[in-house]
């Protein structure tokens, strides 16, 4: 059973735009939730993360919100550049991590 | 720089040939951790290690093991390989998570791409 859902498979934005990639989890246990970024031929790379006593977190263009009430995450990009166009995981964390299915995003110049 | 490490990237192998896929890392972390991922699907958790101590998910079939001789590297050995082994496979590693409060991300390698003829 999937834990965490990402069920937007590939989004497309123009550059400049904000990216909004979303993620749903199920486990009210889940105390800390991951983004992860990744390109083609490579390994996930860690992007920004948010512990469940929070709601938002920001580092420079990637802003993370958790609604724990809605059990959902999102990922906003402001703004958008090529550069970002890339999977991206969500992951939550209760003793081990549970990833979703990947969302591609697409950066149009 | 500081790194995991995934060797080789691509595996063939013939159905019922066993393989080794290796992982090493610089990053000096205690936990070491084996992805399988297939297409379109969600990275799933076949085992992973907290120093020399192995944990194995539940669902993780018996064709899948590990070995993990010090530190720095870990090994995954699939007995005998079957069709719907084809997949991704990644290898992360994480600092001690009792040292972080719960809040610690992972770091991954690559990945090695097993294909299964």
């Known amino acids: 059973d999937q834990q965490v859902k990402q069920n937007s498979p590939s989004l497309s934005v123009q550059e400049g735009r904000i990216s909004i990639l979303n993620c749903d989890y199920t486990?009210?246990?889940?105390?800390?939730f991951l983004w992860y970024k990744k390109y083609p031929a490579e390994g996930p790379t860690f992007l920004i993360s948010?512990?469940?006593?929070?709601d938002k977190n920001e580092d420079g263009r990637f802003t993370v919100f958790l609604n724990k009430s809605a059990k959902h995450l999102s990922l906003h990009i402001v703004p958008s550049q090529p550069g970002d166009s890339a999977v991206y995981f969500c992951?939550?964390?209760?003793?081990?991590?549970?990833f979703g299915t990947g969302t591609s995003l697409t950066v149009i110049p | 720089d500081a790194m995991v490490i995934q060797n080789p990237r691509y595996q063939v192998t013939q159905f019922g040939k066993p393989v080794t896929l290796s992982c090493s890392q610089t990053?000096?972390?205690?936990?070491m951790y084996w992805y399988q991922q297939k297409s379109s699907q969600a990275p799933k958790l076949l085992f992973h290690?907290?120093?020399?101590?192995?944990?194995n998910e539940a669902d993780t079939p018996d064709n899948f093991q590990s070995r993990r001789p010090n530190t720095s590297f870990c090994f995954l050995d699939i007995r005998s390989p079957g069709l719907g082994d084809a997949a991704m496979y990644l290898c992360?590693?994480?600092?001690?998570?009792?040292?972080?409060?719960?809040?610690?991300?992972?770091?991954f390698g690559p990945g090695t791409r097993l294909t299964v003829t």
């Open positions: 948010i512990s469940s006593i929070k």
């Open positions: 990053l000096n972390h205690n936990v």
């Open positions: 290690y907290y120093d020399k101590d192995f944990n």
């Open positions: 486990n009210s246990m889940f105390d800390y």
């Open positions: 992951a939550a964390s209760a003793n081990q991590f549970y």
């Open positions: 992360a590693t994480s600092r001690d998570p009792a040292g972080t409060g719960g809040s610690y991300e992972q770091y």
